[in-house]
């Protein structure tokens, strides 16, 4: 790869004048036909300096010649058979989802500036339907390509009469002026994708995602840097896959809180996030904030576990009372599964054995109507080990276990 100055030079000056005609239009919006001028204008003058002075000679890349006319019919070229029906059928898979995904990403990236509503589902149906219709036209695959709708934006398009021009326009170059094109270097063109592209990038709310999620601070990362050094579709496909990563961790690693008592009161909450808030002798409190099923439910029985030996060794620290109860609040559990049920029986035996009682505060619909029909000796729904709220499970067990006491007394 060479350097050249004149390149650098002549990209450069184009860039500086479509940001100044940008800046200006923003600041008067009133001469927004500045900056939708420009980028015609920078192609035009770009074109005559590189023919007047043969540019192209001196390291400046043109566009070259282009053939003239619109696209020959192709429906007569499909084939659905052959050797490679295969390797196409993977192909179109592939690209689809791509193509789809970079559809839907941009168009939610420009409604979110615009403040309208994209709907997903007609997106793909308007993708899918113009790649059938193309198809037979020897058409590129259609998607809803980032530089291109950000250059649209840019011009200060509102509506989708915006495509009906441009599709005249570019059928009315293919017929009649591709040949003006010959001298037209990339530079400009790259110059004003880059222009239309420095408008989409907003820094506060990138901080605004590193101050609510480190996680997806460093997607958003992979995302940009993934378009700018590779391309959109493995710049999105990076991001999505880091997504997806993110969110089976998220389901294979439930969080699992301690809560205990605000003092005072029979609220209790994470002792973590609330320093006030203080352990209840006897009890182990635990708040599973996601739903259990194969995929988390032997971490959570390690999880508890330790928790439970952290426990009894701060307590024979302290010299307190030994673990009488554990006590899991459900409340943030929207469903559970058949290993979900596995799990919560085998804790109780493991429990029991510890002399530990397992209590259950506050299972919903669904996971109360799977304990149910678990059923059996293993009945988890007992009166003495299900509760409504964490406040009344230690109101009472408490009491219990002050009678226990005396009575032992």
Known sequence: MQWSWQTILMGSSF???????????IKKPKLFWV???????SVILSTLIIFVFKAQKHGISVIGKLEQGLNPPSWNMLHFHGSHIGLVLKTGLITGIISLTEGIAVGRTFAAIKNYQVDGNK???AIGVMNVVG?????????GAFSRSAVNHNAGAKTAVSNIVMAVTVMVTLLFLMPLFRYTPNLVLGAIIVTAVVGLIDLPAAYQIWKVDKFDFVVMLCAFFGVIFISVQEGLALAVGISIF??????????????GNIPGTDIF?????YKDAVSIPGFLILSIQAPI?????????????????????????????????????LAAVSAIDTNGVTFFQELRRVLEKKGVELV???????????????????????????????????????????RVSISQD
Not at 136 to 142: D, F, H, K, R
């Open 246 to 259: 993110k969110m089976v961790l998220q389901m294979t690693r439930p969080k699992t809180v301690v809560l």
């Open 35 to 41: 900056s939708a001028g420009a980028p015609l204008l």
């Open 293 to 329: 099923n194969f995929a988390n439910s032997n971490y959570l029985n390690d999880r508890i576990m330790r928790w439970i030996l952290d426990y009894e060794d701060e307590e024979d620290t302290k010299s307190h009372s030994s673990l009488r109860y554990v006590l899991l609040d």
């Open 135 to 143: 198809s037979t036209t020897s058409c590129y695959i259609t998607t």
């Open 269 to 273: 909450r994470n002792k973590h996030q």
């Open 360 to 402: 259950l505060v506050n299972p919903v619909g669904e996971v109360m109507e799977k304990l149910q029909n678990a059923g059996g000796t293993d009945n988890l729904l007992q009166p003495n080990m299900l509760y409504l709220t964490v406040g009344e499970a230690v109101s009472s067990l408490f009491s219990s276990m002050k």
């Open 15 to 25: 860039l500086i004048f479509l940001l100044v005609t940008r800046h200006i239009s």
């Open 123 to 125: 997106e793909m149906i």
